[in-house]
């Protein structure tokens, strides 16, 4: 289970507590809660100061690395610009140095116009606009007071925010669903905006005042859900959906995008324009007061804020859940729903300790959703090159619908790669034979839980030295240890007999327990609680929630360091992980590991503001970073290609270069993945060896293209950094981009000369030299170009000449 927060990172500031528009389905004006009548209508200067101050004590005293804050209402734009300024001002005012601060209004966008969008270009404010799909569908609820329509305002909205000019601040569409809306049509309407993402949302309700039920249906939400998803699948993805992503993220054990799915803990905070601070505004569809804290801006800390009680009982996780949910087989991906949905009144008072009032729903979603994508890749021709998108990956890049067509091509070869080590096992093997009955049982019932598994990097290793002869004997241990994961992930209560290697007790995505070193066997069961290890005549529990070392002895988990929008894990725990040419480091301590999560942090920053065009494949790709030793304290980094999913580094001394390692390093993982499915260039090509300008040894052809094509995003990195320095910074990122651009396209000229490239491989290397010769007009320092030029004309002498004497 997750942990619990040690901070808050999302706050939602209210500019305006009154709206232009009358739409019967909003939380705050047509359901329980009526707290709004006795605020002021905008929020004041001095109010705002003080937020700002508080959410900046807050980020300093919690080493935040970004803060998150929507401008809200009511409808904010009511607030006007001078306000709305002021707001900002104050946000970047408090924040600077301390934090990034990731801006955001949400609005209805009928007053939405160019001042207004001028301003927000200003202060670097993006922009959601809430809209229900066509005009039928959007005048059902979205009204004014007066009945008009206010679709065509909407739209002219969106429009102005589609054209180049404010491209950039369009954060997306977010919808409300009414299942009495056609499905295809409010999809159709909405994806012809050509929205950066969009949003669909459950309408609020609670058990006492439950959703719309046509016809007695008992899942008319999810049936809705279904043929949109259904529609979207087969327009291939062309909007990122929050909803779908984090049904699809959850089922593979990673973090939701929403608050209405998994078990992350809540740490948002509302402020009020009269300077309260409040929970989540859904609350208030479940009571008078409902959200209230009964503290504010002025007297109370965020600190004291995050100890209310209310905020203290969303961050148990599934402890916090009704005990119908905890035993419920998608917990992890569901949640138990958006916590205001569960509230219900009663002689027995048991508020929110109930299961959603959309949980039937819920749970047909999930369910249609996992069991689509798990027959998808069966039922899909092999992806070519071309289906990947030849011209993204070629160019050096890939977005999240890339990277995921590769991680299911290498999920497909990673299964064949287990059946394979079952097939060539003895069939007498008692450890290895029911393994394997267990998991084709898993994987019928539930494929995602089987899939998370065996998606995990480190999986690969053991099946090729299990298949090639290093280490044959481990073929039955590894086999159970992959059921004891699946068992664990699916918890129906399985018990699963574990082989334990030298003391150590594997469990490949989660974790090890160390037991006695004489121990051979041991137990593993699921609960809904936690599991059971029983070995050695020893019986361990260990709770779902014990993430933290030392809460129980001998249990040492996989760290999962969550990040806007990424999960990625610290792995130090499975001994299949030195996978990579350097040795790995040991278990890190609490505060090593706590050292890492905050320069990951920092650094996924850095990736997501400056290298934009990298970040959704890395979240889409890269689950797990291995901390490396490095004796001498160099930047050590390495992918594997027997590794997808995975990069080795030991932690450098800026988060700025952990940036730089991470997107150079999963460059070499997209294009191992490229290299396991398709020819580049001829493997018989006589062992020819090529000049690399970064080395004094000649490469091979795979060697070059790798080296080459990390090096596009070497080059890039220092590209954009030159542009955000400042000072002495400027000229040494200068120095770097002209560098690594002069030997990054002799490179390119070197693959393209080589006589050995594939058709495929000429075009792959074409992208590649696009990107580079895109940058070649980029104008630097005349010295640094210089440098740069006779550093390479030097380094290609020396090559030329050790060449020809034979050395």
Not at 531 to 558: H, K, M, Q, Y
Request: aromatic content about 6%.
């Amino acid at each position: 289970m997750d942990r619990p927060p040690l901070s808050l990172s999302q706050f939602v500031l209210k500019m305006h507590s009154r709206c232009d528009l009358a739409c019967d389905h909003c939380y705050v004006y047509e359901h329980a809660d009526t707290s709004w009548r006795g605020r002021p209508k905008v929020v004041s200067q001095e109010i705002l100061a003080k937020a700002a101050e508080r959410i900046a004590d807050h980020a300093r005293d919690h080493c935040l690395p970004e803060v998150h804050v929507v401008l809200h209402g009511g409808e904010p734009l009511l607030a006007g610009t001078a306000r709305l300024r002021t707001a900002a001002e104050e946000l970047y005012r408090a924040l600077d140095g301390v934090s990034t601060l990731d801006l955001r209004i949400h609005t209805n966008g009928v007053l939405l116009n160019e001042r207004f969008c001028e301003l927000f270009r200003d202060l670097g404010i993006k922009v959601g606009v809430s809209l229900d799909g066509d005009r039928t569908s959007n005048d059902r609820h979205r009204r004014y007071a007066d009945g008009r329509s206010s679709h065509a305002q909407v739209l002219k909205a969106v429009h102005l925010l589609s054209t180049p000019r404010y491209r950039h601040l369009f954060a997306g569409l977010l919808c409300t669903i009414d299942i009495e809306n056609d499905p295809v049509a409010v999809y159709e309407a909405l994806v012809a905006l050509d929205p950066p993402r969009m949003d669909f949302l459950l309408p609020h309700a609670t058990w006492d005042v439950p959703p719309p039920r046509p016809d007695g249906s008992t899942t008319p939400y999810a049936d809705w859900l279904d043929v949109v998803h259904r529609r979207w699948e087969a327009d291939g993805r062309p909007v990122p959906v929050r909803l779908f992503d984090s049904v699809r993220r959850t089922l593979r054990g990673e973090s939701s995008l929403t608050e209405s799915l998994g078990l992350a803990p809540a740490d948002l905070v509302v402020i009020e324009t009269d300077g309260t601070f409040e929970q989540a505004d859904s609350l208030k569809t479940a009571y008078e007061d409902a959200p209230a804290t009964g503290m504010d801006v002025f007297t109370h800390s965020l600190d004291e804020v995050l100890g209310h009680p209310g905020l203290l009982s969303r961050q148990q996780g599934i402890e916090g859940l009704a005990e119908e949910c905890r035993a419920c087989p998608v917990v992890t991906s569901c949640g138990g729903g958006l916590y205001a949905h569960r509230y219900r009144t009663g002689s027995g008072g048991s508020g929110f300790d109930n299961p959603s009032v959309f949980c039937a729903d819920l749970m047909e979603l999930i369910v249609n959703i996992r069991d689509r994508e798990a027959i998808a890749p069966a039922a899909a021709p092999e992806p070519s090159l071309a289906d990947l998108d030849l011209e993204e990956l070629a160019r050096g890049f890939g977005g999240a619908g890339t990277v995921e067509r590769l991680a299911e091509s290498q999920l497909d070869l990673d299964r064949h790669l287990l059946a394979a080590v079952h097939e060539r096992g003895p069939r007498t093997d008692r450890y290895g034979i029911p393994a394997w009955e267990l998991l084709v049982d898993l994987d019928t019932s539930l494929p995602a839980v089987v899939d998370a598994v065996v998606a995990h990097p480190y999986l690969r290793p053991w099946a090729l030295r299990a298949l090639d002869g290093r280490a044959p004997d481990t073929a039955g241990k590894g086999l159970a240890e992959i059921a004891a994961a699946c068992a664990l992930r699916a918890r129906r209560g399985d018990r699963v007999t574990v082989p334990v290697r030298e003391g150590l007790l594997r469990l490949p995505g989660l974790g090890t327990v160390s037991l006695p070193g004489d121990t051979e066997l041991a137990e593993v069961e699921a609960g809904p609680d936690g599991f059971t290890v029983r070995a050695a005549g020893r019986c361990l529990e260990i709770g779902w929630d014990s993430g933290a070392d030392g809460l129980v002895p001998n249990w040492r988990p996989v760290r999962l360091v969550e990040l806007p929008g990424w999960t990625v894990a610290l792995e130090d725990t499975d001994p299949m992980r030195d996978s990579h040419q350097w040795p790995v480091s040991d278990r890190l301590s609490g505060g090593e590991a706590k050292l890492w999560s905050e320069d990951l942090a920092d650094a996924w920053s850095l990736i997501r503001r400056e290298l934009p065009v990298y970040a959704p494949g890395v979240a889409a790709g890269l689950r797990a970073v291995t901390p490396l030793h490095a004796p001498d304290g160099s930047d050590v980094s390495a992918a594997s290609r027997e590794a997808f999913g995975a990069i080795g580094a030991a932690r450098p001394v800026t988060p700025d270069l952990l940036a730089l390692l991470i997107v150079h390093e999963f460059q070499h993982v997209k294009l191992g993945a490229v290299l396991d499915s398709h020819d580049l260039y001829d493997p018989d090509d006589g062992g020819r060896l090529f000049y690399a300008p970064w080395r004094d040894d000649p490469r091979p052809l795979e060697g070059l293209m790798q080296g080459t094509y990390a090096h596009i995003a070497v080059t890039d990195f220092w590209r954009v950094r030159r542009l955000n320095a400042s000072g002495p910074a400027v000229r040494a990122a200068e120095a770097q981009f002209a560098r690594w651009r002069e030997q990054t396209a002799a490179a390119v000229d070197e693959l393209a000369g080589s006589g050995v490239l594939t058709p495929l491989g000429e075009r792959f290397v074409a992208g590649m030299g696009e990107t580079v010769a895109g940058w070649s007009a980029e104008k630097v320092p005349q010295a640094a170009l210089a440098d740069a030029r006779r550093a390479a004309e030097m380094h290609r002498a020396a090559w030329n000449a050790s060449a020809s004497s034979g050395q």
